[in-house]
């Protein structure tokens, strides 16, 4: 394995990464005018509408400290909702600031909606149990389980939300520019980024995710032609792909971003580059506005100009790769010693801004898409999942969206947002028998999810023998923290009942511990190991059918207009 190897991802320097100078933050001129306007509004939707529109005029996005100076704007509630609305456009914070954030939450229910909201955001994953101390007894359980998952921001990336992504990076001539951390270890620019991206695919990436490298230099190279599953087997090729990433030619901007948008399925593109293209930096704005334009479905571009190295101050670098995130809606992050920490990029203010102008609508409703309903309804706002026809916010209630067809709220809940979404609890899971099969002995695994499908059992169940709970524990410790394993004091020359009830009793003590604290998103061969993927759709597929036929008996017919599709319906598509 290369110098770009995994390898390194786990040394001290690498760990300590985070010490890398990183700008683009608001400027004080601009948080002190945003201070101000917030303090003059007096309907909560409408300081929500406020800070998303200063999200959109200007790509740079908010420090740790900056939120701690907003969070006292949004009350209670309020305050969950604007974190959700912050999401890529927070730096990151640190454990401390997050502790000092969630005291301002006063409801212990808000407070753990605020962690599940702000973790993928800290920064300093290694001190997050100190968060624990902030919850009650009755949520310890729900809090352990949020902060068992936390894996850190990118320092480079920020949070990889989207489950749509295009890693678009340049590994022109330039990005072999060697630089040397404060830790003392020295990295060209290309292998630096390589690392990150290798942690990102080992750590964060989710099952549900799918997503394409294309690197770029004088010609535009893709890892595969379209979006792929993230598949265990996926990423290890595209670590392995990443491996073999050398720098050379020139930047060839223009023609990787016309590629990875021709991709229609690709809703985020994570475009990392030093910034100089070969082409003339006007024509691939104004094609790529073009482009933007031509899509059928929206897509975000987040910037990283990627500078460490360079020895000079010159400011378009910067504000080319700014302008980029600034049309396409996404966030611009700058690692770069000589950036001024609060440089201000693309921002477009005005002082009467009109909220229901239809590109402010529609940047406005994708913030809001992955909000739970019943935060949004708390401030007068309805979330556009809720109304799949068109939507439209009007005149007299400028923050509320409004549909002529809306999903009444009894209707059958989102599957797949509240699998994702639920605790992992001991009480789900447990080993109710064993079997002797073909000179084994298999050990029953039952999982219960009842409280997601309650019409239907809610349950499956998987066997293993010993050996294979065994590889699964082998595989498991390699990569992270688990649960002592059961050990092997059952002699096999003396079976019985009594000493294979023994080690039934120690398996289900050790899968409940793995149920609890293993991430199925870091570690999927978890959930392969029970099956969960293939039961699952098998549940939610039997609730859709029930859904149609409870539909079409209590369908009125004297209706001519067809019944709106099930929420769980949109997010299968």
Not at 195 to 212: A, C, E, G
Not at 308 to 316: A, E, F, L, Q, Y
Request: hydrophobic share 35%; aromatic share 8%.
């Amino acid at each position: 394995m290369g110098r770009h190897g995994l390898h390194l991802v786990h040394s001290k320097a690498w760990e300590k990464h985070h010490e890398l100078p990183i700008h683009g933050v608001r400027s004080q001129r601009q948080m002190h005018r945003l201070q101000s306007r917030l303090a003059e509004l007096q309907q909560p939707a409408d300081r929500l509408q406020q800070l998303a529109y200063e999200m959109k005029i200007s790509p740079q996005a908010f420090s740790g400290d900056q939120v701690l100076t907003l969070a006292p704007c949004f009350p209670g509630t309020e305050l969950v909702l604007a974190l959700h609305l912050f999401d890529n456009h927070l730096f990151g914070l640190r454990c401390d600031q997050a502790i000092h954030l969630l005291n301002m939450i006063t409801v212990p229910e808000q407070r753990l909606d605020a962690l599940q909201v702000i973790d993928e955001n800290l920064l300093d994953p290694v001190n997050r149990f100190q968060l624990r101390n902030l919850f009650p007894p009755y949520l310890l359980r729900q809090a352990d389980q949020i902060l068992a998952e936390v894996r850190g921001q990118s320092h480079i990336y920020g949070s990889v939300t989207s489950s749509r992504v295009i890693f678009l990076i340049d590994t022109s001539g330039s990005m072999s520019t060697e630089f040397q951390t404060d830790c003392g270890e020295y990295f060209n620019r290309l292998e630096f980024i390589v690392h990150d991206l290798h942690k990102i695919l080992h750590h964060r990436i989710q099952q549900q995710m799918k997503f394409n490298i294309i690197h770029f230099g004088t010609h535009v190279r893709p890892w595969k032609h379209t979006l792929t599953p993230a598949t265990h087997h996926h990423l290890k090729q595209a670590e392995h792909y990443l491996d073999h990433l050398e720098p050379a030619g020139t930047t060839n901007t223009h023609d990787a971003l016309k590629q990875a948008l021709s991709d229609e399925e690709a809703d985020t593109i994570y475009l990392l580059s030093d910034g100089e293209p070969t082409m003339d930096t006007r024509t691939i704005l104004l094609d790529l506005q073009n482009w933007l334009q031509q899509r059928q479905n929206p897509c975000v571009i987040h910037t990283i100009a990627f500078l460490m190295g360079h020895t000079n101050n010159d400011p378009r670098p910067r504000e080319f790769m700014a302008e980029i995130a600034r049309m396409a809606g996404g966030v611009f992050r700058c690692l770069d010693p000589f950036t001024p920490i609060h440089q201000e990029f693309g921002d477009s203010y005005n002082q009467n801004p009109n909220f229901n102008d239809d590109e402010f609508v529609q940047f406005f409703q994708g913030r809001l898409r992955n909000i739970p309903p019943q935060l949004l309804q708390n401030v007068g706002l309805y979330s556009q999942q809720q109304y799949p026809s068109s939507t439209m916010i009007t005149t007299n209630t400028p923050y509320q969206i409004q549909s002529s067809n809306p999903v009444q709220q009894d209707s059958v809940p989102n599957f797949k947002s509240q699998l994702k979404s639920r605790p992992r609890l001991q009480d789900a899971i447990d080993i109710p028998s064993f079997h002797h099969e073909h000179g084994h002995d298999r050990f029953t695994i039952r999982l219960n999810i009842r409280e997601i499908v309650p019409r239907h059992d809610g349950q499956w169940s998987v066997s293993h023998t010993f050996d294979e709970f065994k590889q699964l524990h082998h595989q498991l410790e390699k990569r992270c923290a688990t649960p002592s394993f059961p050990s092997h004091h059952h002699s096999l020359l003396h079976r019985s009942k009594h000493n294979q009830e023994e080690r039934r009793q120690d398996l289900e003590i050790y899968i409940k511990q793995l149920y609890v604290y293993v991430s199925p998103y870091e570690y999927p061969e978890f959930d392969l190991f029970l099956l969960m993927e293939l039961h699952v759709n098998q549940l939610i597929r039997q609730a859709e059918i029930e859904w149609k036929i409870h539909e079409q008996q209590t369908a009125m017919p004297s209706s001519t207009d067809e019944a709106p599709p099930p929420p769980y319906e949109l997010a299968i598509r």
